[in-house]
């Protein structure tokens, strides 16, 4: 199912049944980009998510105890308040000069590359990328834009690789249109959260920086590759020209992005969002969310990583289930269950435990996020066991 089918379809079914009747592929595609449709009670640990997902009621809850504990301040069309606020604690996060407030990561991603890119056409992407697949073909039709796909099926290329196709494309042709921007995902959706090796990264950067082609990087979910492999927000900056960052996928908001880069080019991007339609009265609402939920993040991704070591070691000794690591994986691991009806399996997890884990027949997949701290290791496996027994088959 695609993604503009799988939304209509997501609208017109009734979403807290969905998950437990999508089998197979569209489940797992499902499971990939749709929040927890759960309730998320403080002491809920959920398998399905990159982060905290709150429902309506609980988001203006948590609007009012932020503002309670200190006044949010408004923005207006993206300046000033909370939004200046975060765009500043962003520019700090990732040492870049400017940073700037965009309705989607989709419009961080778009203007970044097109801006960089300047009057040359060529943008080198992952195949695999947000980019390349989930964007609407927006830098080509929208942009005048040519996307260039680099590793088919694999979550990133490598130096040699990407010089291939540079090559390829530069001597092949007579009217040449010029090589803009190389962009980079990390970690990636499509490919099971992977991360880029920093050493790629690095040698990309150099080469890139050596040949005067721009670097952007899709970082919609950046803090959970640090989390995972400890690699600083900055130093991953540092390789780039341009970062984007999501406010929604961890960090609690309703949407939005904050895309960080030189002044220069940041300065274009004010026009371009209004021009583009991206230009919102007041945007408040999500910076102080994600603001809140910022402070602190990186320590408690990093907690929730080493806490889910000894909780899936745990678990791993537990009759019927088995978790494996993704390789270069950051957050998202494979887990069978064997003689269990994993139906009933979930049931019991959410209903007795506030558990939410999406299970599957064969391979589901579960994420590791920051709800994993709310409760402890051994109430989780004895959880586990509990309902590994109530649903063998
Ligand atoms: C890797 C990646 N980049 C960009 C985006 C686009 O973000 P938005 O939904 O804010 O347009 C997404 C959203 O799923 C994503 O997963």
């Not at 834009?145 to 010089?163: S, W």
């Not at 970690?187 to 040698?203: A, M, N, S, T």
């Amino acid at each position: 199912m695609n993604d503009l089918k799988r939304r209509n379809f997501l609208k017109l079914s009734g979403l807290t049944v969905l998950p437990t009747l999508l089998p197979g592929i569209a489940a797992k595609a499902f499971a990939s980009e749709s929040p927890n449709l759960q309730p998320a009670a403080n002491e809920t640990v959920s398998f399905n998510d990159d982060g905290p997902f709150y429902q309506p009621a609980e988001y203006i809850n948590k609007l009012q105890e932020i503002n309670a504990a200190q006044p949010i301040k408004m923005d207006f069309y993206g300046g000033g308040g909370a939004v200046a606020q975060l765009c500043e604690q962003f520019a700090g996060l990732t040492g870049k000069p400017a940073s700037i407030y965009m309705p989607s990561g989709t419009m961080a991603n778009q203007l970044a590359i097109s801006v960089l890119s300047g009057e040359n056409t060529k943008i080198f992407v992952q195949e695999t990328s947000h980019i390349y697949r989930d964007e609407g073909d927006s830098a080509q039709s929208v942009f005048n834009k040519r996307l260039i796909p680099v590793a088919q099926g694999e979550a990133h290329f490598t130096l040699e690789q990407l010089q291939q196709a540079v090559n390829y494309h530069n001597q092949g042709e007579v009217f040449k249109s010029g090589i803009g921007t190389i962009a980079i995902e990390n970690p990636v959706r499509r490919c099971d959260g992977k991360f880029v090796p920093l050493e790629e990264i690095r040698k990309i950067s150099a080469w890139c920086r050596q040949k005067g082609y721009k670097l952007h990087l899709d970082g919609a979910r950046i803090f959970l590759a640090m989390a995972f492999n400890g690699v600083s927000l900055k130093e991953y900056s540092s390789y780039f020209d341009t970062v984007y960052i999501s406010l929604y996928k961890y960090l609690g908001a309703a949407g939005g992005a904050v895309l960080c880069g030189d002044k220069e080019t940041i300065s274009h991007m004010e026009h371009l969002i209004k021009i583009h339609g991206g230009t919102t009265f007041s945007s408040w609402g999500n910076a102080a969310m994600a603001l809140h939920n910022l402070n602190g993040l990186e320590d408690r991704l990093k907690r929730s990583a080493d806490k889910s070591k000894e909780l899936f070691a745990g678990l791993n000794k537990l009759p019927g289930v088995k978790i494996t690591a993704i390789p270069n994986g950051s957050n998202i691991f494979n887990m069978e269950l064997t003689g269990v009806d994993a139906r009933l399996f979930s049931k019991t997890l959410a209903d007795k435990y506030q558990v939410m884990l999406r299970a599957q027949k064969g391979t589901t997949q579960i994420r590791v996020n920051e709800t994993l701290l709310r409760q402890d290791n051994q109430r989780i496996i004895s959880a586990f066991d509990d309902a590994l027994k109530v649903a063998k088959v």
